[in-house]
């Protein structure tokens, strides 16, 4: 007679047999006799409607049978069938997590306000344990996030970043600390998200997400928040999670404004189906560019958050097919209508994008910091010095200009550059600076279209600060 094996959670339903034997042709057979001779183990492995529940998974001797038809799959004496409590969409190399089917005394006690509801209950809270979540970022987002589904109890909690926490992120990024200044994000974030629930595992991947690692990393998770700071970013987390079938939280914030939603999920719309193309470069300022409101993140991540949890549980409405925008100022939230475009190019009817691609040229980033003729900012302190002819513009806003300033350089901020282009003498060398060099390349692009000779200061006012003059602020 075939064998079933069941797992440990499930024992005390079955007489606290570890594993019994049945008579039936096909898996189906062998189940149904299961439940009839352990009538509470049918709750605790069929839904409602008689399907297996989603944390659970059936296995023929060594082979998942998830993906076949169950009920038909033929056995015979001597087989093993094996039910392990897992979640869907798990990798089918990965050994079966113990005890995620069970919570143990401390978790019941941590968790209590959850298991009280109903609408959590233990189930919910399993459901919890069991899911994996990727975090892109753990940033200004990603810092809410982390700390609140480390607290929630999401078991498995995948968090990418290659940064260091530095005092420009302390303003909002409250899962670090100032006495984390100079580590890695990765492990300042863990260390806080364990210390706020040690019975959460933690995979850090210190990598900057790409094409040829965005799989790999992507496929061991049930769904993705995407907190990132950048469009190519944006557009790779989108593509990757459409074609791998996983939703993705989306969340995006600048000065005092935010937008939330959840793309890739069940049919409904994309990144790509609400914004097609990125902006051109420059265009859309980044935070580091142009300033975020430091509780903003907080509001908007939360909200990721919330939708998280809910997807995980399977509970309310998701926010899916509706963009949330948040404009902290009015204090006003307003929801727009997004429709899954039967015309986009990846998740439409006819997807010309059937891979990941290179993101970096799709958003029409250049290497412009790293241009030829850029200058050193020791160089332009020795030109200085040495009384060479040269025009030194500062192309900040006037606000930054205020906070910290080169004092021989000329306040141009960059978009009134068109303008005043008559300010300069063509025989004469222009070399041109803003925080860090990004504007200041498209200032240089400008001035030498408009056939000005024209240098970019490399790493803009922060590189003047850690190379000629730490008495500069830096910010
Ligand atoms: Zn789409």
Redesign the pocket.
């Known amino acids: 007679m075939p064998k079933v094996l069941i797992p440990t959670p499930l024992r005390q339903y079955a007489g606290k047999q570890d594993s019994v034997e049945l008579s039936g042709s096909t898996v189906g057979e062998v189940l149904t006799a299961l439940t009839t001779h352990y009538p509470d183990l049918r709750r605790q492995l069929f839904n409602d409607e008689g399907k297996l529940r989603s944390f659970v998974n059936v296995y023929l001797n060594d082979e998942d049978i998830r993906y076949l038809e169950k009920n038909a799959t033929p056995v015979k004496d001597g087989d093993t069938v094996s039910i392990v409590p897992s979640v869907a969409g798990g990798s089918v190399a990965a050994p079966p997590e113990p005890a995620t089917a069970e919570l143990s005394k401390d978790e019941i006690l941590r968790y209590s306000r959850h298991l009280i509801m109903p609408e959590v209950g233990t189930e919910g809270q399993l459901k919890l344990k069991a899911a994996k979540v990727l975090l892109v970022g753990t940033g200004g987002l990603g810092a809410p996030l982390g700390l609140y589904l480390a607290a929630a109890g999401v078991g498995r909690i995948g968090l990418v970043d290659f940064d260091v926490v530095d005092f420009t992120n302390l303003q909002r990024q409250v899962i670090h600390g100032t006495s984390d200044v100079g580590r890695k994000k990765l492990d300042s974030a863990a260390d806080r998200m364990h210390e706020i629930n040690p019975f959460v595992r933690i995979d850090k991947h210190e990598v900057a997400l790409s094409s040829e690692n965005a799989f790999g990393i992507l496929s061991d998770y049930d769904l993705v928040v995407d907190g990132t700071d950048n469009f190519p970013t944006r557009y790779l987390v989108n593509d990757a999670c459409?074609l791998l079938g996983k939703p993705n939280v989306y969340g995006s914030i600048f000065r005092f404004e935010g937008q939330a939603t959840v793309?890739?999920y069940e049919g409904g719309?994309?990144?790509?189906?609400?914004y097609p193309e990125p902006p051109p470069p420059g265009l859309v300022p980044s935070c580091a560019e142009g300033g975020v409101l430091g509780i903003l993140p907080g509001t908007i991540g939360l909200i990721q958050a919330t939708e998280t949890v809910k997807l995980i549980l399977g509970i309310g409405q998701p926010l899916v097919g509706r963009l949330l925008l948040y404009d902290a100022l009015a204090m006003r939230f307003r929801e727009l209508k997004v429709r899954?475009?039967p015309e986009?190019?990846?998740?439409?009817e006819h997807p010309t994008i059937t891979k990941l691609i290179d993101y970096q040229q799709f958003c029409g980033i250049l290497q412009q910091v790293t241009a030829e003729g850029d200058i050193d900012p020791v160089e332009v302190k020795a030109k200085i010095d040495r009384g060479d002819k040269f025009v030194l513009i500062d192309v900040r806003e006037p606000h930054e200009y205020q906070i910290c300033r080169i004092p021989t350089a000329k306040l141009i901020p960059l978009g009134e550059l068109p303008q005043r282009l008559n300010e300069f003498d063509p025989d004469i060398e222009i070399t041109a600076h803003c925080k860090s060099g990004m504007r200041s390349a498209k200032a240089v692009a400008l001035l030498k279209q408009a056939g000005f000779r024209a240098r970019n200061m490399k790493g803009g006012i922060l590189a003047w600060s850690d190379k000629v003059d730490p008495t500069v602020p830096k910010y």
């Open positions: 459409v793309f890739a719309p994309c990144y790509r189906c609400l899954r475009n986009c190019p990846i998740c439409g």
